[in-house]
């Protein structure tokens, strides 16, 4: 009788555990991330629907501030592909930014282009330079390649201040951009237009980045960030894939460029500093490496944070700056995207 019972009890199906798969929520079997996609969704409605009503309830200069918001995003965002996802370093991402902005102000002052018409070809010459630029930097791996970037972040306001190019980039002085106003009659003032004109190019440049990510190619450079060893040993190009990356990280740094080239109605080679650069990276960390949604985090950090700085204290408006960034850190050690990711996760699973 005792083995009649063991034998039943081996034959018999074991059942599912209460936490398995087969008996969880589907909603939680839905979910991206551990969150689930119908709050993601309704998160993304809802930030959309504030997106487009706040230029119409805020003062023209805090449209111009959420415009630069913007456009420090798709900076980041930049950066953010070639650093949280392929894993190289770079402190120059000013240079590409410098380089989009000329380009647009060239375009515009002296051979009669278009705003718009712009903004590709200054994401073409920036991917250019990109992937150019990556050629070199493929012998240099972490700190080395951060300190080559900066030093190109550097020489960058020097070399638009050279003599022979005075012409074209109009050396200390810079370049004055006529700012478009909202076509088709449009009952939008030129702020409000080029805030949605950024908005726009925004969501389709992060849509652009999410698809990348989740791609064949995405997967390359992830795990070429992760082990280069075993992604060459997979057959994966790496120097390819490393130069197209650090192209297409460009591109999206000159776009941003370019736009703020208009918004601001203005470029000089001082407004593209090694700060900037600097500046790009501390957005980058505070809004999350490899987090896109996280990079809007970092804009807003750039552009709001030196100001409430400089309301505490204006004479140590740097000390208060450096004291909130090491808040800052130290509270979200994952940066702002993994706090609430990490937070949303939490309701989530105590929902089910």
């Known amino acids: 009788m005792t083995m009649d019972r063991t034998v039943d009890s081996e034959s018999a199906p074991a059942k599912a555990p209460a936490d398995s798969p087969e008996t969880a929520p589907a909603s939680a079997a839905q979910a991206v991330g551990g969150i689930p996609v119908s709050w993601q969704r309704t998160a993304l409605l809802i930030g959309l629907l504030i997106a487009v009503i706040l230029p119409f309830v805020v003062k023209n200069f805090t449209i111009f501030q959420l415009t630069t918001v913007m456009i420090y995003a ?10 949280g996802f392929n894993g190289q370093f770079s402190l120059g991402h000013s240079t590409f930014v410098a380089i989009g902005a000329y380009t647009t102000a060239i375009l515009m002052e002296f051979a009669g ?4 018409w712009t903004l590709p070809v200054a994401a073409c010459i920036c991917f250019i330079f990109g992937f150019l630029f990556g050629l070199p930097a493929l012998r240099l791996e972490s700190i080395y390649l951060a300190l080559a970037t900066f030093a190109l972040a550097v020489a960058t306001p020097q070399v638009l201040k050279l003599s022979p190019l005075e012409h074209w980039t109009g050396g200390v002085q810079g370049l004055f951009v006529l700012k478009p106003e909202a076509p088709f009659g449009l009952p939008l003032n030129s702020d409000q237009w080029m805030y949605f004109v950024t908005l726009g190019i ?7 980045a999410i698809n990348l990510v989740n791609s064949r190619t995405g997967r ?11 992604a060459r040993a997979m057959g994966i190009n790496i120097a390819l894939y490393k130069t197209t990356t650090f192209g297409v990280s ?16 203005f470029v000089a080679p001082d407004s593209f500093t090694f700060v900037l650069a600097i500046g790009l990276f501390v957005g980058l ?27 505490v204290s204006k004479g140590l408006a740097g000390a208060v700056y450096g004291v909130i ?14 706090l ?13």
């Open 74 to 83: 798709i900076a980041i965002l930049g950066l953010n592909l070639l650093t």
């Open 250 to 265: 460009a591109a999206y740094a000159g776009i941003a460029g370019s736009l703020s080239a208009v918004v601001v109605s």
């Open 202 to 208: 925004g969501l389709a440049l992060a849509v652009a």
């Open 285 to 311: 960390v505070i809004g999350g490496v490899g987090s896109i949604p996280g990079v809007l985090f970092g804009g807003l950090f750039l552009v709001f944070v030196p100001n409430i700085a400089e309301e």
């Open 113 to 116: 282009f278009s705003f718009y």
């Open 325 to 338: 960034l090491l808040l800052v850190i130290y509270l979200m050690p994952a940066g702002a995207a993994g």
């Open 220 to 230: 390359a450079m992830k795990a070429i960030r992760d082990n280069p060893i075993a």
């Open 340 to 352: 609430i990711r990490g937070a949303l996760m939490k309701l989530a699973t105590r929902r089910r």
